[in-house]
Nanobody, 125 residues
Framework: VQLQASGGGLVEAGHSLRLSCAAS????????VGWFRQAPGKEREFVGAVRGSGGATYYSDSVKGRFTISRDNAKNTVYLQMNNLKPEDTAVYFCASGSRIILSEIRNKDAYHYWGQGTQVTVSS
């Protein structure tokens, strides 16, 4: 499966963005899809994920209550709605997917098999 992340941009603090992760090659409706981000000089970190079966969502503490992940299986796309953005949310955002990710590994980037190319999000203060 090939993943294409899009929707990044430059916004002011307090504003919103919606990122998209579109899959091609096969359906990823049953995959766990995760969002990660990487700021300059920092490790890639978990942002959130959505399970394929049941659609349960999980978030890092830093974004919980501000970011929401949803999926549209008909469009083979997963979204990351980011509200009340902060300057510390500035990073390159990546989507990733995997078909056999156990719950205890959902925050582990090494558990994901397929990665998109990343989209830049910049939040000005």
């Amino acid at each position: 499966v090939q993943l294409q992340a899009s929707g990044g941009g430059l916004v002011e603090a307090g504003h919103s963005l919606r990122l998209s992760c579109a899959a091609s090659g096969r359906s990823f409706s049953r995959d766990t899809v995760g969002w990660f981000r990487q700021a300059p000089g920092k490790e890639r970190e978990f942002v959130g994920a959505v399970r394929g079966s049941g659609g349960a969502t999980y978030y890092s503490d830093s974004v919980k209550g501000r970011f929401t992940i949803s999926r549209d299986n008909a469009k083979n796309t997963v979204y990351l709605q980011m509200n009340n953005l902060k300057p510390e949310d500035t990073a390159v955002y990546f989507c990733a997917s995997g078909s056999r990710i156990i719950l205890s590994e959902i925050r582990n980037k090494d558990a994901y098999h397929y990665w998109g190319q990343g989209t830049q999000v910049t939040v000005s203060s």
